[in-house]
C-alpha cells in the first residue's frame, strides 16, 4: 500500500513538471482563438533567434513611437511658447501704440512752456512724461531717433520731405520731425525725417 501511494505521488510530481514546461500562447489566426502549446524544451536554437529577432524588433518599433511622441510634444511646446510670446508682444504692442500721440504732445506741450521753471504745472507735463517713457523702456520699447547728418534707413524711417541742401549728400538726413518707436525688432512707427536729395 505505501508503494502504491509513493507511485501515484511520484506520477503526480512528473505530470505537475511537464505541465510547468508547457506553455500556453494564445495566437490569433483569422480572427479565430486557438491554443498552441509550445515545448520551451523542443525549440532550437535557430527557432529562439527568431523569437528574439521578433521581440527586437517589437522593442524597437515601440521604442521609435515613443522617440517620435516625444519629439512631436516638445515641437508643440516649443511653437505653443513661440505663440504666446508673440500674442503677449503684440498686446503689448497695441497698447503702448496708443500713448505715443501722447508723447508727442507732451513733448511740443514742454518744449513750449516758459523759461520760467518754477511753473508747477510745468514740472507736472514733465513728470508725466517721465512715467510714460519709464513704461516703454520697462516694456522694452526702444525710440527711434534721428540726428541731422545721420544716413537714411528706410527700414526705421519715413521720409516725409526730400529737398536739396548745400550741407548734406543725397539720403542724409536734415532734421527729424517725429520720434519714432520699434519693440523686439519690430518697428511700429518709424522716425518722421527730412531727408537730403
Excluded: C
Excluded at 489566426?29 to 527568431?50: A, P
Excluded at 541742401?165 to 518722421?192: C, F, K, W
Amino acid at each position: 500500500m505505501a508503494n502504491q501511494n509513493q507511485e501515484i505521488e511520484s506520477e503526480n510530481l512528473s505530470s505537475d513538471n511537464e505541465h510547468d514546461k508547457n506553455i500556453t500562447a494564445s495566437v490569433d489566426e483569422n480572427d479565430d482563438q486557438t491554443e498552441n502549446k509550445i515545448d520551451l524544451n523542443k525549440l532550437t536554437v535557430d527557432q529562439w533567434m527568431e523569437k528574439l529577432a521578433d521581440v527586437e524588433k517589437l522593442a524597437a518599433e515601440r521604442l521609435d513611437g515613443q522617440q517620435r511622441a516625444l519629439a512631436e510634444f516638445q515641437n508643440f511646446k516649443r511653437r505653443t511658447t513661440k505663440e504666446n510670446q508673440a500674442a503677449h508682444q503684440n498686446a503689448a504692442a497695441d497698447v503702448l501704440s496708443n500713448f505715443f500721440s501722447i508723447v508727442d504732445d507732451l513733448e511740443l506741450a514742454i518744449k513750449s512752456l516758459p523759461d520760467d521753471e518754477s511753473t508747477t504745472w510745468g514740472e507736472g507735463f514733465k513728470m508725466i512724461h517721465k512715467k510714460i517713457i519709464a513704461i516703454f523702456e520697462n516694456q522694452q520699447l526702444i525710440i527711434i531717433k534721428a540726428d541731422p547728418g545721420d544716413q537714411f534707413d528706410p527700414h526705421i524711417h519715413e521720409a516725409i520731405i526730400q529737398e536739396s541742401h548745400s550741407e548734406y549728400d543725397t539720403d542724409i538726413i536734415i532734421s527729424m520731425l517725429q520720434q519714432g518707436y520699434m519693440i523686439n525688432e519690430r518697428v511700429l512707427r518709424p522716425a518722421q525725417v527730412r531727408v537730403a536729395k
